[in-house]
Nanobody, 119 residues
């Protein structure tokens, strides 16, 4: 069974930083996209950042220039460095690993980690 284990969430003041980590319990053949999504109360889950196996990155508009996604393939781990945090970044952050194929997508999810930014 595949497990995505997240860590690094918590409470931080506005303007502060946090780093989230997500490790896959075992190497999964054909996982080609890793990413982070978030969901605030009453809102839909949204993409925060994603990184492909080739190293290409994609960011949600609200976090561009503040958040950075990176990966350590040897450790099966992806990181999300979050700087200049704002109260509106408060949400549950979910790690994602996906097999993205031409006609199919298979997603794996972590359990979520709470990030709270106080004003």
């Amino acid at each position: 069974q595949v497990q995505l284990v997240e860590s690094g969430g918590g409470l931080v003041q506005a303007g502060g930083s946090l780093r989230l980590s997500c490790t896959i319990s075992r190497n999964i053949f054909s996982i080609n996209v890793r990413g982070w999504y978030r969901q605030a109360p009453g809102k839909q889950r949204e993409l925060v950042a994603a990184i492909t196996s080739g190293g290409s990155t994609n960011y949600g508009a609200s976090v561009k220039g503040r958040f950075t996604i990176s990966r350590d393939n040897a450790k099966n781990t992806v990181y999300l460095q979050m700087n200049s945090l704002k109260p509106e970044d408060t949400a549950v952050y979910y790690c994602n690993a996906a097999k993205v194929l031409p006609a199919q997508r298979i997603d794996y999810w972590g359990q979520g980690t709470q990030v709270t930014v106080s004003s």
